[in-house]
């Protein structure tokens, strides 16, 4: 019998490109190649070839990785761009709070008394 498989979700459907991958996961693999070369070639030629191993792989690594992770159901790339538009965009906090304002209020009420009762002192001092 045939049958076709439907994700319950269409967020979950992802079209591969090229040898099973998507293109999003095609992208960042041609990055850390292109990073990771490019890293080795200038160890190689200042640091040596055991140095400029371990800097390509602490490079490439992670931004390989880039391409198969997802943070709270994004894409990394998405995610990035989401955390750049919050801390560039300035962030205002406004709020009231009521108790400073009764603070205020009894502050008032009891400096009026205190000076009501120092006044009493005074006359009855002299």
């Given amino acids: 019998m045939l049958y076709v498989k439907i994700p319950k979700d269409l967020r979950d459907y992802k079209q591969k490109v090229f ?9 960042w ?3 850390a190649l292109v990073l990771g070369c490019s890293t080795y ?7 040596g070839t055991q140095i400029g191993s371990y800097v390509t792989m602490l490079i490439s690594i ?8 997802t943070i709270q ?6 995610f990035l761009k989401k955390v750049l538009k919050f801390y560039k965009v300035r962030q205002y906090l406004t709020y009231q709070n009521e108790l400073v ?6 502050d008032s009420k009891e400096k009026k008394k205190f000076r009501k009762k120092m006044k009493k002192m005074r006359e009855n001092s002299f």
């Fill in 62 to 69: 992670p931004v390989f990785l880039c391409g198969f992770v």
């Fill in 101 to 106: 304002n009764k603070r205020k209020e009894k």
């Fill in 19 to 27: 040898m099973g991958r998507t293109s999003q996961e095609l992208f």
């Fill in 41 to 47: 070639v200038l160890c190689y030629l200042t640091v």
């Fill in 29 to 31: 693999i041609v990055l």
């Fill in 73 to 78: 159901d994004m894409p990394t790339l998405e």
